[in-house]
């Protein structure tokens, strides 16, 4: 009897200890770099005829969809046990129209996760956009704004505008800014001022909707062609390498930093490696950091998604990742540079 009665007291005593147990949601947060996602379609008869039946690279329906095939399995492989639908938003770039984000999101490797459609027609010369998926169920949507870049004393400038997405994500207000800053096309010295006049854009964004309401998580998400450390996103951007030195709301964090010092990239150059495809956020996502209580999204981890299925797996790019085509030849393989990821986590009420 007596060790009958002291059973039932231990297991009254772990009700509140289970009654405690804490549990999370994370939500991914995902950029991509598709690699030239062109139609088949040629449309303005100079950059796009490359990606045509009878252009340079033969881009014909069978290679269209097999890249279709390729891009959409390397999404729905980008799950972890926190994460088992794949990510909530991902951010794209390098694609040439709405098209074939519609034909991306209904390819069976990821149509059963429904993911909507964020996109907007740029003035690129060669035709390129950003755009955004997300999946509904962790998503709303609330408004897009697009903003151009423009550079002073050169009116025939054209580049990608800056795409930035607000909705709900897991209840909380969240914009999202998609970039692919210009290329360093011409030399990395001589086209940095591009860059940094991209940076001051999706700077003057940032402070804008801080100002307008400065209780938002805020994301800049992209291909920047630049690192880290570069002036574009270290001086004017102002992104951050130490979460230490995130004080205000308006601080922006750049945890790709440190993987690019410890010799972590997304694409590689005659042996070297670049961080270019990089996810900031700004301090409302790095308040609960440290602790265990998460009662709005926090920032988990980053990621570089270098899995073994996107690398070149041998000759003297091994390692590096598996394009679409390499030297005119059609290789069958994802894109040129390696996903990125950051991991937000909240806690269950």
């Known amino acids: 009897m007596r060790r009958i009665l002291f059973i039932a007291l231990m297991a009254l005593m772990l009700v509140p200890a289970l009654a405690q147990e804490r549990r999370y949601n994370v939500y991914g947060v995902m950029f991509y770099n598709l690699e030239n996602l062109f139609d088949t379609i040629n449309a303005n008869g100079t950059y796009d005829m490359e990606f045509s039946p009878n252009g340079a690279r033969q881009w014909n329906n069978e290679k269209y969809w097999q890249k279709q095939h390729n891009m959409a399995y390397a999404i ?65 949507l609330l408004s897009v704004n697009n903003h151009r870049l423009t550079i002073e004393g050169n009116p025939n400038f054209r580049s990608r505008d800056q795409m930035c997405v607000t909705g709900m994500l897991a209840g909380e207000k969240v914009s999202v800014i998609v970039n692919h800053w210009p290329s360093r096309l011409g030399g990395e010295d001589q086209s940095s001022y591009l860059r940094e006049a991209a940076a001051a854009l999706s700077r003057h964004i940032v402070d804008s909707l801080l100002l307008d309401d400065p209780n938002q998580g805020i994301i800049l998400m992209g291909d920047l062609n630049d690192d880290p450390q570069n002036k574009s996103c270290d001086k004017v951007f102002m992104g951050k390498k130490n979460i230490e030195d995130v004080k205000e709301v308006s601080d922006m964090y750049n945890p790709f930093w440190k993987l690019l010092d ?26 609960y950091r440290e602790g265990k209580d998460k009662p709005q999204l926090t920032l988990l981890r980053a990621d570089v998604l270098n899995k073994e299925f996107l690398k070149t797996r041998e000759g003297d790019r091994q390692g590096y990742p598996l394009r679409t085509y390499s030297g005119g030849v059609f290789l069958n393989g994802y894109s040129d540079h390696f996903p990125t990821e950051i991991f937000l986590v909240k806690e269950v009420k």
């Open 76 to 140: 729905s492989q980008m799950t972890d046990h926190g994460t088992t639908t794949g990510p909530a938003i991902i951010g794209v770039s390098e694609i040439e129209n709405i098209t074939v984000l519609q034909d991306l999101v209904k390819q069976p490797e990821i149509r059963a996760q429904h993911y909507q459609i964020v996109h907007h027609d740029s003035p690129d010369r060669r035709g390129v956009d950003v755009g955004l998926l997300y999946n509904p169920r962790f998503f709303r």
């Open 262 to 287: 410890k010799g972590i990239g997304t694409l590689a150059y005659k042996g070297g490696w670049n961080l270019f495809d990089q996810i900031m956020m700004n301090g409302y996502f790095t308040k």
